[in-house]
């Protein structure tokens, strides 16, 4: 990819600052993500990202999202940027639910494996808990509750 490429109109790379590694937005941001009115000021705005996505490299495929490799919302760069599902975008993020999907052990550190791993739904969520963990907590109740009686 060309820095100022000129599929995409000057006004898109005067708001645009190349480093050594990320092509950073420098005008509008929502959530991080720089934004481009396509159509000059009166225009719809579209995130920037995915606008130069789009123009430099080709349209993204029906339900995916843009990932960011670089993990820096207000690139540009198109080398940076990978078409992937939802879910994947998500799961390479740095969100609580990103990390602990990641994690391979509970906290005391015992594996999440096939046999020691339950998933437990409430308020339509899942959670994933250690069987091991779990049974040592109801051990511990169920001797407190027959020690008080």
């Not at 995916?64 to 670089?70: R, V």
């Not at 799961?91 to 990390?99: C, F």
């Not at 906290?107 to 339509?124: L, P």
């Amino acid at each position: 990819m060309i820095f100022g490429d000129d599929r995409l109109p000057d006004r898109f790379w005067s708001k645009v600052n190349k480093t050594e590694t990320c092509w950073l937005w420098t005008a509008a941001t929502t959530d991080g993500y720089g934004m481009f009115s396509i159509g000059g000021q009166a225009g719809r705005m579209h995130r920037a990202h995915r606008v130069s996505f789009e123009a430099l490299v080709g349209s993204i495929p029906e339900g995916l999202q843009i990932d960011h490799l670089c993990r820096v919302r207000n690139c540009v760069n198109p080398e940076h940027l990978e078409p992937v599902l939802p879910e994947v975008n998500t799961l390479r993020g740095e969100s609580s639910s990103a990390v602990r999907a990641r994690q391979t052990h509970c906290i005391v550190g015992h594996e999440f494996d096939e046999k020691n791993t339950a998933y437990i739904r409430q308020a339509g969520r899942v959670f994933r808990r250690c069987r091991t963990c779990n049974r040592d907590r109801v051990r511990r109740y169920r001797s407190a509750r027959t020690s008080a009686a």
